[in-house]
Every structure is written in structure tokens, then in C-alpha cells.
């Protein structure tokens, strides 16, 4: 790999990092202010909504300026969203302002490995991204963790600075000081990210056409025949596993009989699970292969629905590993295969763009049918069974689909397509 590239991993470990462990001081903030329990799911309601709401615009900055500069400047942004929280605006705001700048940061965080690296390399970067954001997730949940627990916030707000006085006085505010600090040194690694020298052609400025320019990247990505297979099983994946996150923990609460900290260490384990996918998929698996992964689809499916069966936590641990590690291994290569097929097409942004309004949508929707089931009062094990039955069967229903297309188009030479 490039030199860049290991930059841009560190960039976005510590953004993401910042981002998860702000989720959990701003979870803490809305108890400290006494609000009601239905706040709390809002926060990453608020952070999704920007991905879907922002998606027309945020491909056209991504391909305007260099993508290092749009990481510098997004996570701005995030960092703006942080210190929003220090002036007492409210959680669901400050939060929103950050998801605002993480919508506008995917598109170049992905986009500009398909400008520094070659595509035979995607698969290999994507896997080192994702499995580096898993881990980001879980070391900001932790992080987020220790920085609300009293003993540690003792420790911070005892800390004096020699020069400055920052008025930190509460532990969220000693909190968010820190989580600020995370996004400074992405800061740092942001503006050493190398410029690949692409450009593109000069972006639309008015929303009107900027809409309907989206609209024309949306169209023309869902009418290729490898993006629309690709599209699909990346919108799939994303959906299941914000669903899956909800799901394990009702599990865990009434199949093994564990409260809510506990329950949210099984999170954690699914997420090392596809962190090894991840990794492993991008030691063993081509760009030019990366539609053979598909029946690890449908088998995640299938191996969620055994979960029924479970009641012991050391049976747990392995079965969850197993269902992240078969996520992780066949999404990674669908992604790096979507970006690729985008730049191709069209541009990197505009294709990451395209991207996260498709998978933050069917986000959104895959949680509401979710509350819907629960406010039914259906059985955790009826809804396991019928959400593994459904990726499975949609997956199924994915290569398919992709066999049609296979009869009309060799993939292999597609994938081989460079942009001319």
C-alpha cells in the first residue's frame, strides 16, 4: 500500500473513534438533563437522517476539493457538532451537526482510495478500512464508557492546566474535552493526507440541479448491472446489522438472562467478528472474485436463525464471532466492487454519496419495521427467525437476479473496466 493510504487509515480511526465515544457522553448528557427515554434512540436517528437528507450534496464538495482537504474541513464540522454540547445546545442538535459532517466525510474518506489506489488493491484497502472502523467503534464505546464513569471523571476534572483555564466543571464536559482532543489529531492526520491529483469536472452549486444531478448518479448506479448487485447486498448489510445491534440485545436480555451492560459487550463481539471477516477478505479475496462471496449472505441468514437455540453465554460468544466474521468477509468485497464500479461510472464521490442514501434509508427503515414488530409484542425468537429468513431470502434473491444479468454481460471483464 501507499504511504497515504496508512494516513488516511489513522484520519479516519480517530474520527471515528471521536464519533462513538461522543454518542456515549451525549447518551450520558440526556440523563444528566433528565430527559425522556425515547431521546436517547434519536441520537442516531438524528445522525442517520443527515446521510439521506444530505446526500445530493455532499458527493459534489467531495469531488470539488481534494479529498484530504474535505476530511479537514468536514471534521470541522464534527468537532463544531462537539463543541456545540459545551454551550449547553441541545444533545440531538449537537449530534446532528456531527452526523452532518460525517455525511459529508464518507464520500471522501472512501472516494479517494479509488483515486490512490489501483483497483486490484480495493478489496485489500476496504477490508483494512472496514475491519479499522469496527475497531474504532468498539475502542469509542469504551472509550465513550470510562469517560462517564465517576472515578475517571474525578481524575480529568482534577487535571490542571499550567497556562490555560478551559472552565471544565462537569463531567461531561471534562468528557467532551477529551473526545474533542480524538478529532484534533484526526485533524492532524487529515492534512498529511497526500493529494492524488485527480479532479473533476466543475460542481453544480445550485440545489436544484445538484438534486437532479443525484438523481441521474442514482439512476445510472441502480441500472449497471454489477452496481445494482453490489448496491444491493452493501444497502442489505448495513440495514441488517443496525437491526441486528437492537436484536442481540433483547436476545441477550431474555434468552440469557443478561442486563443491559452486559448484553452491550455481545455488540462488541459481533463487531470483532466481522473486523476478522473484514481482514480476511481482504488477504484472500480478488476485486475480479468479489461477487463469489455472495452465499455467505444467505448463510448469515440462515446462522442468525440458530441463535433461537442458544442459552448459554460461552455458546453465544462463538456463534456471534461466526455471524460478524461471515458478514464482514462478504461485505468488504461488494464494497470495494460498488466503489469501484462508481468511479468508473461516474465519480468517486457521487458514487459514495449514492451509496450512503441507499444504506442509511433502508437503515431507517429496517429500525422503524423493528419498533413496529416490538410494539406488536412479537417473540424475540419469532423475530430473530424472521430476520434471518429475510436476509437470507433477499440475498437468494440478490444472485439471482445477478445470474440474469451474467446471461446478458461477462462480469470479470466488467470489473476489469477502467474509466476512459
Known sequence: MKRGFYTIMAAQFFSSLADNALLITAMALLVTMQAPDWMTPLLKLFFAMSYVLLAAFVGAFADSLPKGKVMFVTNLIKVGGCGMMFFHVHPLISYAVVGFG?????????????ELLPPEKLVAANGWIEGLTITSIIFGTVLGGMLINPAVSAVLLGFDFPVFDFNIDTPTEAALFVVTGC???????????????????????NPIKLITDFGRCFKTLWGD?????????????WAAGATLQFIVLDWARISLDMPL???????????VGVALGAVGAAHFVPLKKSLSVMPLGIAMGLVVTTMTMVTNVWVAYPLLILIGALAGFFVVPMNALLQHRGHVLMSSGHSIAVQN???????LVMLALYAVMVSFQLNIHVIIVMFGLFVAGTMYAVMRKHAENQKEFDSISLIGEHKR
Open 102 to 114: 460525517a455525511a459529508a466525510y464518507s464520500p471522501a474518506k472512501y472516494g479517494i482510495l479509488t
Open 183 to 205: 478529532y484534533a489529531l484526526a485533524a492532524l492526520f487529515n492534512l498529511r493526507i497526500p493529494d492524488t491529483g485527480a479532479r473533476y469536472d466543475h460542481q453544480q452549486r
Open 225 to 237: 448491472k454489477l452496481g445494482q448487485i453490489s448496491l444491493a447486498v452493501t444497502t442489505l448489510f
Open 261 to 271: 451492560n452486559k448484553a452491550a459487550i455481545l455488540q462488541g463481539v459481533v463487531a
Open 357 to 363: 442514501f441507499n444504506e442509511n434509508l433502508s437503515v
